[in-house]
């Protein structure tokens, strides 16, 4: 008898593995055959759990259980709904954010209603280098774009995943610091982001090289350029990419040598100051015809003092700016670098804005934000300070399994997301991730349209911050325009660009017109 049973263990054993090793669709099970299981089942019974137990649904950081759950159902299509009311403590909770609905919303169609777009098409209301008149000027299709995090730091099947994924849903794909891949050339559009260490564009001392940026440029589908001075989670710091990680697909890359630490410098070599700055952007623009812009976090205030004073006066100037918030993320980084060396996003944006405005330049610059606004409410409030479009990073990875294991630094991602070791990321199918991360991205466009619309608007860029209050746990509120002291209509394109953007939305959203 003992035997018997026995041997039924070992044989239903056996399946299991066989089924979790051949199933393609949850990378942790392929990768933890058996024990995997035990991370689903918690998942399906937490919240119960948590009720004995200790966290809420909104206590985990950097994101909460919510938000995660928001996502993963996001994008594997699932109800993304929440049942019996809001958990959050609205009155006492301060600075709690507060959408204001206007009385006459606009009308969204439904699936099978004439107008309706399963996509949820979200284009920009500012073209790209058209300030500039940049040869390569263009409209980006969506509103939501993926972060640069590079091939080294993510392995081949997650940089695939993202790229097809961003093809899938239209939407642009920077490449990160570590240069353009073979797993970037999955059919998805590119920003390429420069950083320090010039990785696909430097000579053999570590330099800029044009004649190796153009080569670069020629055999992918970039349609932008950023050049990154600094990122929220690190700014002011190079990087190093091991030794052990240095294989010889990324040496080649990267155009560094095999085996040894690819380093970072924490500062550009081909530029020292904004002017030799600005030289730099024309040069690249001038050569591809691309737009080029920069993304830095914020810190020392006189650098955008100067940017928008030489740009006022001297006829150069960035085609677009990402500000990345202090609370963005990293592959790796020092402790006291991710908490305490720049500002948060909110504060990031709203001081460069505020010089842009006050210089008459924020309608000749594409505003881009990034720093955990891969939420509906978050990216609204993105909008609200003046941002044109906004970067997904880590909610992008989450689309594509990331459990928030918070192991990237390691090199044993259990998700296969954030690692090299080839049997953590064969876990990872590139064909069923991509499809998980463009419904999150179009999921993330239906809801900040079904709340623009809510507002009475038919494009989120054309909510303000007299849209938005936010609480202070004491039964006061200011509207977000008073709290960072915004001048009315400051966060609003302008007015060719509102009536273009009004004429393209028409299309699926009838009656923006009189309403806006
Ligand atoms: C694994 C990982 C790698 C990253 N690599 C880069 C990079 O190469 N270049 C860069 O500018 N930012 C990099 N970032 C930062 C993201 O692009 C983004 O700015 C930041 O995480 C904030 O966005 P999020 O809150 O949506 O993640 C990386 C982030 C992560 C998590
Ligand atoms: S699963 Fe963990 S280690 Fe992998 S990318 Fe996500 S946070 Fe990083």
Not at 309 to 322: E, K, L, N, P, S
Not at 392 to 408: D, F, H, P, T, Y
Request: aromatic share 8%; glycine share 10%.
């Amino acid at each position: 008898m003992l035997t018997q049973s026995i041997i039924i263990a070992v044989v239903v054993v056996v399946v299991v593995v066989v089924y979790d090793l051949t199933q393609r669709k949850h990378a942790i099970l392929r990768n933890f055959p058996i024990i995997g299981h035990f991370r689903y089942i918690f998942e399906a019974v937490g919240p119960e759990l948590r009720q004995y137990i200790v966290t809420s649904n909104t206590e985990e950081r950097p994101f909460s259980r919510e938000q995660r759950t928001w996502i993963y159902a996001s994008s594997k299509k699932e109800n993304n709904y929440f049942g019996f009311g809001t958990d959050n403590d609205l009155e006492l909770s301060p600075n709690y954010l507060i959408i204001k609905q206007s009385a006459f919303p606009l009308i969204s169609q439904h699936p099978g209603q004439p107008g309706y777009d399963p996509k949820h098409r979200l284009p920009s209301a500012k073209i790209l280098g058209g300030y500039r008149g940049r040869r390569k000027a263009f409209r980006p299709d969506s509103s939501v774009n993926i972060s640069g995090m590079s091939y080294g730091s993510l392995s081949g099947n997650a940089v695939e995943a993202l790229n097809r994924g961003a093809k899938l849903a239209n939407c642009l794909q920077s490449t990160g610091e570590g240069g353009i891949s073979l797993y970037h050339k999955s059919g998805g559009d590119l920003v390429w982001q420069i950083g320090t260490g010039y990785f696909g564009c430097r000579d053999t001392l570590g330099n800029f090289s044009m004649d190796r940026f153009l080569e670069s440029v020629a055999l992918a589908r970039v349609k932008a350029i950023e050049i990154k001075l600094s990122q929220g989670a690190k700014p002011g710091l190079g990087g190093v990419l091991p030794a052990a990680k240095v294989t010889r697909e990324i040496s080649a890359i990267r155009g560094v040598p095999v085996g040894k630490d690819c380093i970072s410098p924490s500062r550009h070599t081909a530029f020292g100051d904004v002017d030799s700055m600005l030289d730099f952007v024309e040069k690249l623009a001038d050569a591809t015809g691309l737009p080029v812009g920069i993304k830095s976090a914020v810190g020392d205030q006189r650098f955008w003092q100067t940017l928008t004073h030489q740009m006022a006066t001297t006829g150069r100037g960035v085609d677009f700016i990402t500000i990345d918030g202090g609370e963005g993320g990293t592959g790796a980084g020092p402790l006291v670098f991710t908490d305490h060396v720049a500002l948060p996003f909110k504060q990031a944006i709203a001081r460069v804005y505020r010089e842009f405005a006050l210089a008459g330049l924020k309608d000749k610059v594409v505003f881009v934000g990034s720093g955990k606004l891969g939420f509906p409410e978050t990216a609204l409030f993105a909008f609200a300070l003046g941002c044109d479009m906004v970067n997904v990073g880590r909610e992008a990875l989450m689309a594509i399994g990331c459990i928030q294991a918070q192991r990237c630094h390691t090199g044993h991602c259990p998700s296969g997301v954030a690692t090299q070791n080839k049997w953590l990321m064969h876990g990872l199918d590139p064909t069923l991730k991509s499809a998980r991360l463009a419904n999150y991205v179009v999921t993330l466009r239906k809801e900040l349209l079904q709340l623009s619309r809510a507002c009475g608007v038919c494009h989120p860029a054309l909510v303000d911050g007299d849209h938005l209050e936010v609480l202070d746990g004491q039964f006061g509120a200011k509207t977000v325009r008073s709290l960072f002291h915004y001048e009315a209509e400051w966060a609003l394109p302008s007015p060719e660009d509102t009536r273009e953007i009004q004429r393209i939305m028409q299309m699926g959203c009838a009656d923006a017109v009189t309403n806006t």
